[in-house]
């Protein structure tokens, strides 16, 4: 048994680089390390210079999201063990997205995708406090369950081609919150949001590789909110095009 | 937010990068075969608006190595777009209502069993409309 | 805001991919296997049957929706592959390509359908 690994990681300082570079690291394996850890180690034991993400540790904060050996994967919920047959593993920042510097991203695009959508409940009338909480059931709130579990760490949009060829798609986060929006029982704001869902860099851009859902460390599956979410769009296709055809406006 | 951050730009050979990504552009590769298919049924048809004789040369063309090699490659292409067709069903047909939710592997199962179905019911049907048009009835 | 018309060729691209998942083996198998080799000994009776067959308006519907709904489940495979694949072209001459082949394909097996009426 091996008592010591390599990574290799890209760097990139934006002061210094044009481009990123490799730089590998040989750190002692344990077979409970996870990678973040290993990162951890970097930076604290051999190059104080590696900026990377981290928080909870525990895939939930989805803040470290990185590429391992080119698969988008949380570095907290990834292990050397995984990898120590090959003795060596690849460590980049999140594809798809710019790169800041070593193995942090610019999210800023994403978090804008994530409000264009409108993530939150909306109402034809608020309801006061006073008349109290909004009831659902256990079942209604399965409907949209899963599709709430997004922990926005980007991964989804690494693994998807569609987003890398044009970062204007709404990507798979944005649209599964979207979807799960539309699909909650207290939500009367679904036609406010078909307006994004309906455009060509809405759902219309996905064309069901189905990687995001792979990728996903909370099991949202965004490739089926997307798909659920085009034939929405479809059947509000269809009901503007009636709407047309009976001379009102483009709802 | 960096001054400059580096742009990552996806390269025309992305998909050769990952297994996920090569079966993806394979499923969608698909429609190749299925498409010379299409035409090969066409010509088909067009022989046969041109009577017996020209229909008999197209059963001949049938039989070329060519033909059969587009069948092969098309019936390889058809299960392939059946079964990854099938697989995504569920995701997009979600039944789950007040009363009952099905689940996503039974919706999976009918369809599988469905096209099963249709596949031995077609090949069945067309086995027993061209013997009865050898025996001469119908 | 600019609404997609996607929402006309998907459907067409997911009634297409549902016909062809259910008969396009079988399909393959009449015209690949039974009509050249199993029926090999009887051509003319092929003939006449095929001949029979489709002189039936629902037979003939039938085969025009699996050939249309096939071809515009294709087209749109390709159209976006074309995409995938970093392959460009102006918008209008691809769309016409993709889906204007498929629906001249389609008019035309529909007038051959016609004929065989």
Redesign the interface.
Known sequence: MSDSITLHISR?R??Q?D??WVQSYEIPYHRDTSVLEALNYIKDHLDPSLSHRWSCRMAICGSCGVMIN??PSLSCKSFLRDYIAAGELHVRAM???????DLVS?L?GFIDHLKTVQPYLMREQDKPTSEGEYLQ?P?EM??YKAFSQCINCGLCYAAC?QF??NPEFLGPAALTLAQRYNLDSRDEGQSQRM??L???E?V?SC?????CS?VCPKDV?P??AI??G??A??VN??L?LLNLIRGKH?G | MTAKPYIQRQPAGWWLKSSAYRRYMLREATALPIFLYCLLLISGLYQLTQGEAAFLDWLQVLRSPWVIALHVVAFAAALFHAWTWIELVPKILVVHTSRFTLSPQLIKRVHQGGALACFVGLIGLAVLLLTRATTGAG | MSRSNEPIVWSLFGAGGMILAFLAPAMIVITGFLLPFYFADRPQDVYRGMSQFLANPFAQLFLLAFIALSLYHAAHRLYHGMHDLHVHGPRIAMLLLFYGGATVLTGICAILLLRLG
Do not use: L
Not at chain 1, 95 to 101: A, G, K, T, V
């Open positions: 990139y934006p002061e680089d481009a990123p080119d698969e594809e798809n997205f710019p790169i800041e510097r610019d800023g059931t079942h399965g409907r081609p890398g060829r307006a994004h309906n455009e060509e809405g219309w064309t069901f590789v189905g990687h792979a599956d490739a089926a798909n659920q085009k034939v769009s479809t296709y269809g503007n483009d």
